[in-house]
């Protein structure tokens, strides 16, 4: 029984932070079907997200707010994330295994406010270029694969998971020169 179950609350303390050898690693890829340990891990992470947007839970465990969380936040080499999106659709929730993106729109998006990172305990000002639209193959929390498809801030969460998992992080997006600078030659909106 590994140490992120139903029974245990993932807090600030468990998050690893930038500079840790572990996020800049390409992360490994989880046997399928999940053992159990992976699946309590993976739920465990989504009730991490589903606790810091909930504000009298993250008020009493001091959590930041997130939408996202991949498994070498938490320091395991293994290639699963959770995330856990409300917008005006509702409230989405993903628990994948091995997820990879397989098409992507040459269109591109960014968050206007610029991204942030429960790894980065600073502000880093800044574009982060992105697809609008990514289709994504990955394994669900039973072991079945899934196709998903994704546009807008969404697409923008996976994308940012994604990268952790193969050691890149947000801020190495941003345009180094100028940080507000976009891409040239291509198509790109703000999102928000």
Do not use: W
């Amino acid at each position: 029984m590994g140490k992120f179950n139903e029974n245990y609350v993932i807090t600030m303390k468990d998050i690893v932070r930038e500079g840790a050898p572990i996020l800049r690693k390409v992360t490994d890829e989880v046997d399928i079907p999940p053992s159990e340990e992976d699946k309590e891990t993976l739920l465990c992470m989504l009730q991490y997200l589903k606790n810091s947007q909930t504000p009298e839970i993250a008020a009493k465990y001091k959590l930041r707010s997130g939408v996202g969380l991949s498994a070498n936040q938490i320091g395991l080499d293994k290639r699963m994330f959770a995330a856990y999106i409300v917008d005006d659709k509702g409230e989405h929730e993903y628990t994948l295994f091995n997820p990879k993106i397989i098409s992507h729109s040459l269109t591109m998006i960014y968050l206007q406010q610029g991204e942030g990172c429960l790894s980065v305990d600073r502000a880093v000002p800044g574009y982060v270029p992105r697809y609008e639209r990514i289709k994504v193959r990955a394994y669900d929390i039973t072991g079945e694969e899934v196709v998903l498809k994704l546009s807008g801030y969404p697409a923008i969460v996976f994308q940012h998971e994604i990268d952790h998992l193969n050691g890149i992080m947000f801020y190495d997006h941003i345009n180094p020169d100028n940080p507000f600078q976009l891409p040239e030659n291509v198509e790109i909106k703000s999102v928000f």
